[in-house]
């Protein structure tokens, strides 16, 4: 009896559904959707996608307006508190506004991923690149610029190399501030990411 019991046990354990983790999209207004409703955002459009593609993952929109790369970093611990299959890190861009040091944004987003794969060691990295205002000047833009490839290649995430390719300096994409997406930019944001997101869940979820 015991024997039939742990048989029966064991098949249900082997049987039952595995729990997808989330795609934890870690970022600033550019994630949040600043000026926009939730839904027009990327992480939701992603969401969208991921649905018709037949994935369950949930999709968690961790952005937060003005954060930088140290501010990611003291939060990071807090949002591990759920599986995750897929960390979407783009931060960055309030480090190149406000001129803080690129070395130490790569030293922050070094350890922000590092602490997700220490909770979390199957978890996949799409990291999104930024760039830095023309009024930084080319020799500070090129070395925030240059961590984001130097740092895929180190801890071997995947690269988006600028999350705002097509919409950065296009009016009709971008809000009055000339910063910001429209909902329209969003869109374009997001199937560039998804570009990069879907092939990272085509294998078999992290156990």
């Not at 991921?50 to 990071?76: F, K, M, Q």
């Not at 949002?79 to 001129?99: E, F, H, S, T």
């Not at 971008?174 to 944001?189: F, K, L, M, S």
């Amino acid at each position: 009896m015991r024997a039939l019991y742990a048989i029966l046990l064991l098949s249900l354990c082997i049987a039952g559904p595995l729990r997808a983790g989330s795609v934890l999209c870690v970022g600033d207004s550019l994630t949040a959707g600043y000026g926009l409703s939730k839904d027009e955002a990327y992480p939701a459009q992603l969401a969208a996608r991921l649905r018709a593609a037949g994935h369950s993952n949930e999709v968690i929109n961790a952005g937060v307006s003005g954060d930088t790369t140290a501010g990611g970093l003291r939060r990071i611990d807090w949002l591990l508190r759920q599986p995750v299959d897929v960390l979407v890190l783009a931060l960055g861009a309030n480090d190149g506004l406000r001129g803080l040091s690129p070395e130490a944004a790569e030293t922050n987003l070094t350890q922000l991923i590092e602490r997700v794969r220490a909770k979390h060691p199957d978890a996949r990295v799409l990291l999104c690149g930024m760039q830095a205002p023309p009024n930084m000047g080319p020799d500070y833009a090129a070395r925030l610029e240059a961590i984001y490839p130097r740092l895929a290649r180190a801890t071997g995430a995947t690269l988006l190399p600028f999350l705002l390719e097509g919409v950065a300096g296009v009016p009709a994409l971008n809000q009055a501030d000339g910063i910001h997406p429209t909902a329209e930019g969003q869109r374009v944001i997001a199937g560039a990411v998804w570009a990069k997101l879907e092939p990272l869940l085509a294998g078999p979820p992290p156990r």
